[in-house]
T-cell receptor, first 114, second 117 residues
Framework: ETGVTQTPRHLVMGMTNKKSLKCEQH?????MYWYKQSAKKPLELMFV???????ENNSVPSRFSPECPNSSHLFLHLHTLQPEDSALYLC?????????????FGQGTRLTVV | AQSVTQLDSHVSVSEGTPVLLRCNYS??????LFWYVQHPNKGLQLLLK??????LVKGINGFEAEFKKSETSFHLTKPSAHMSDAAEYFC???????????????FGIGTKLQVIP
């Protein structure tokens, strides 16, 4: 295991639902990330947190709301999603925000919006 | 601006034959370059990295890559493919840190490697 755990692994939700994705890292890292992986597109960075403070918000729609209560946990709260939001959502962590290219990834949450 | 191009979306090799996955990059500065692997239903795992030291970089599982500045390339190779190498491989470039100290990273679109028995 990589030390980054994501739950749930699979999620199907309706467009009016509210759900949350959870990520936990056991590596003692100070930076955590949310990425979106869609078919035939490069990995898209959504959010970066460093020491529980958001340092990057990559023009992500407000229907995605991140939360980082401490340096080991990261959440992605979802509400009123669209079908095009269906994708694999990956959480990652790195030693610090300056080493984001050397990240440890979780296995991802496969999200389907119906 | 930084960008990365993976020249093949799919590569198919026979078990025991060499692997070549191609990556070209564009960078305004001296880039750091990385290869990641993603096995089915798994997250991404760092294979190897180049950060301005030796141009030939060795990674895990017998993979290596050579940084060629004149060709702006960072191709991934392995002398002999194993069935367990079947996965998707991502080339990554980074040459920027924003004002907040966050390292900007650009991923390639990925190359799926199929290994035929």
């Amino acid at each position: 295991e990589t030390g980054v755990t994501q739950t749930p692994r699979h999620l199907v939700m309706g467009m009016t639902n509210k759900k949350s994705l959870k990520c936990e890292q056991h590596l003692g890292h100070n930076a955590m990330y949310w990425y979106k992986q869609s078919a035939k597109k490069p990995l898209e960075l959504m959010f970066v947190y460093s020491l529980e403070e958001r340092v990057e918000n990559n023009s992500v729609p407000s229907r995605f709301s991140p939360e980082c209560p401490n340096s080991s946990h990261l959440f992605l709260h979802l509400h009123t999603l669209q079908p095009e939001d269906s994708a694999l959502y990956l959480c990652a962590s790195s030693q610090d925000q300056g080493s984001g290219a050397e990240a440890f990834f979780g296995q991802g949450t496969r999200l389907t919006v119906v | 601006a930084q960008s990365v191009t993976q020249l093949d979306s799919h590569v198919s090799v026979s078990e025991g034959t060499p692997v070549l996955l191609r990556c070209n990059y564009s960078s305004s500065y001296s880039p750091s370059l990385f290869w990641y692997v993603q096995h089915p239903n798994k997250g991404l795992q760092l294979l190897l990295k180049y950060t301005s030291a030796a141009t030939l970089v060795k990674g895990i599982n017998g993979f290596e890559a050579e940084f060629k500045k004149s060709e702006t390339s960072f191709h991934l190779t392995k002398p002999s493919a194993h069935m367990s190498d079947a996965a998707e491989y991502f080339c990554v470039v980074s040459d920027l840190w924003d004002s907040g100290g966050y390292q900007k990273v650009t991923f390639g679109i990925g190359t799926k490697l199929q290994v035929i028995p």
